[in-house]
């Protein structure tokens, strides 16, 4: 499984688009690209995933880079409500078996 | 909401007791995987359930040990529980049948052991 590497904290103002780099250069084929967030130690809550295009749902966009070695996720209109922490995780959702989690990026957004 | 239910939400033991935890899965959903998170880290994987036998565990030891019914509900129960336990423990479920397998999570219980 690959591991991904994010930032450990960012800052965004409300209103304003919130921009989530994710490295995962050691990503295989069969891995997808998974975004999920946490706030205040709830559950976390799936957004988004993707193979190689880039995909868009009512939460979020993401965009994969072409090599797959990259991707951002973009909340377009932050709200206070958006704080939290965002984790990006590679995974083989063909076997189904662990995700594997790093500490993700704790994103503040700010009024 | 997931639909992914768990109790209790909170609890306290004290250290070589014993806990059980209850989840619920989202319905249409046959597969159920715990994890551990301790404050400030990422989930730990500790093992998945797939029609009602384990499909694959982390590095816990055999004290943590699971069930999953026919319902497709599952237990986590931990013995001779440790300071080191205490940590919000979650669980997902998914279907294990399509291409794509997402984990879907519930608000977890927090365990706390003196």
């Known amino acids: 499984d690959a591991k991904t590497t994010q930032p450990t904290s960012m800052d965004c103002a409300e209103g304003r688009a919130a921009n989530l780099p994710c490295n995962h250069s050691t990503i295989s084929g069969n891995e997808y690209v998974y975004w999920y967030r946490q706030i205040h130690s709830q559950g976390p809550q799936y957004i988004i995933h993707g193979l190689k295009n880039n995909e868009t749902n009512e939460m979020a966009s993401l965009i994969i880079t072409e090599d797959r070695k990259s991707s951002t996720l973009i909340l377009p209109h932050a709200t206070l409500r958006d704080t939290a922490v965002y984790y990006c995780?590679?995974?083989?959702?063909?076997?189904?078996?662990?995700?594997?989690w790093g500490l993700g990026t704790s994103l503040a957004v700010n009024p | 909401e997931t639909g992914v239910t768990q109790s209790p939400t909170h609890l306290i033991k004290t250290r070589g007791q014993q806990v059980t935890l209850r989840c619920s899965s989202q319905?249409?959903?046959?597969?159920v995987s715990w994890y551990q998170q301790a404050l400030g880290q990422g989930p730990q994987f500790i093992f998945q359930y797939y029609r009602e036998e384990e499909n694959g565990r982390g590095n816990f030891p055999p004290r943590f040990s699971g069930l999953q019914f026919p319902n497709y509900s599952s237990e986590l129960n931990v013995n001779a529980l440790e300071l080191d336990d205490s940590a919000l423990y979650l669980c997902a479920s998914s279907f294990s049948g399509g291409t794509l397998k997402t984990q879907y999570f519930g608000p977890g219980t927090r365990l706390l052991v003196l």
């Open positions: 319905s249409g959903h046959n597969t």
């Open positions: 995780i590679a995974f083989n959702a063909g076997n189904n078996r662990k995700l594997i």
